[in-house]
């Protein structure tokens, strides 16, 4: 893959059609692996350092398509962000395990079914395509990536499909010296939670999405960590404003998951807005979600602007909870002439925001029917790097190739031969 992919840096030099494989904006272990083995499969070729990976900054797609140079396919996706929005008519195939929003979807040929790894389908399409350019190392970046997606094929978590398992087994029936899938989950497990050195700004944007009606923005991150310990942070409030003002956003959505020593999972919820009544439409709604029910516990917080919260249900992702703020905000617009431009409660009484939180409520749950509700898919785990685009400080030294030296790390013990990093 390391001749490829020089070739691939070499072509952005070149004027002469690309063939772009884009991975989501997360930029997690399943779309990264997912777009490189893709593409390496359509290639037809075969290496990785990480010096020679391409990331969405470094090339203009806009230009490319404006040119009439640029064809894409999606993986791990199937909805481009506004800002690429133009680039729809470009898309000519979508690889994806959600459900697919048929509003938004590209018209062109989908490929979605509903498994645990989007790495499972690039598998399924590489053995059946063409086995032969199979090497160990692409095997172990797609072995190792859909272990992490199905938390070690845990029958009593749920989230690997029979498809998943198949296609686990089938590797390693292929290539037997690859790690055990303990080894390989710890490590990479350890990784994906490890957020030693990181600042405040850096953890809210490592795995982030951001949701906006009517101009008003709301950013939901992922933090690796316990909430208290999130909450104790030195300089927490001002770094809060900061990231918020930074960004132009109105409210931050934190959801925290770390695991205890049973290695059961622990979600945590924060709501940060300096605008009293935003903050309380959204944390009402949260609380009286019925469909589904997060199960809020208040957890008692000395700073202003932030409510913090334990969540009974760790089955409740993100994926989960996007859509209820993205109602949520619709009902406070829908049903308040409040202005944001205030911060507190100035000129607002508590009366009258439970008021609203009512209607907002009742409207809230009247639009979230059974039928509409997504398949009974098991959320995906939450394994991002980072999202929506690169910190602008960069994450310390944690990166692909961080990985790839970890899985090689546990491998070389069982096999002299085989390398996962770059040498």
Known sequence: MENYLQGCRAALQ??????????????????MVSALALA?????????????????????????????????????????????????EAVAEVLDHRPID???????????ELVGSCATLVAERILQGAPEILDRQTAALLHGTIILDCVNMDLKIGKATLKDNHYVEKLEALFPDLPS???????LQKAKFDVSGLTTEQMLRKDQKTISRQGTKVAISAIYMDVEAFLQRSGLLADLHAFCQAHSYDALVAMTIFFNTYNEPVRQLAVFCPHAALRM????????????????TPVPSSHPNLQAYLQGNTQISRKKVLPLLQEA???YFDSTDIPLGQPETEGVSREQVDKELDRAGNSLLSGLSQDEEEPPLPPTPMNSLVDECPLDQGLPKFSAEVIFEKCSQISLSESTTASLSKK
């Open 40 to 88: 390496f499969y359509l290639a037809k070729k075969i290496h990785i350092p990480e010096s020679l990976l391409i990331f969405r900054d470094e090339i203009d797609l806009h230009a490319l398509h404006q040119a009439g140079q640029l064809t894409l396919i999606l993986v791990d996706h199937h909805v481009l962000p506004r800002s690429d929005a133009a680039l729809e």
């Open 14 to 31: 070149e004027s002469r059609p690309i063939h772009v494989v884009l991975g989501n904006e997360a930029c997690d272990l399943d779309s």
């Open 102 to 112: 048929q509003k938004h979807c590209p018209p062109c040929h989908v490929s979605a």
């Open 281 to 296: 439409t959204i944390c009402g709604v949260l609380e009286r979600s019925h469909s589904p029910s997060l199960k809020l």
């Open 181 to 187: 899938r303990n080894d390989i989950f710890d490590s």
């Open 329 to 331: 905000l619709s009902a």
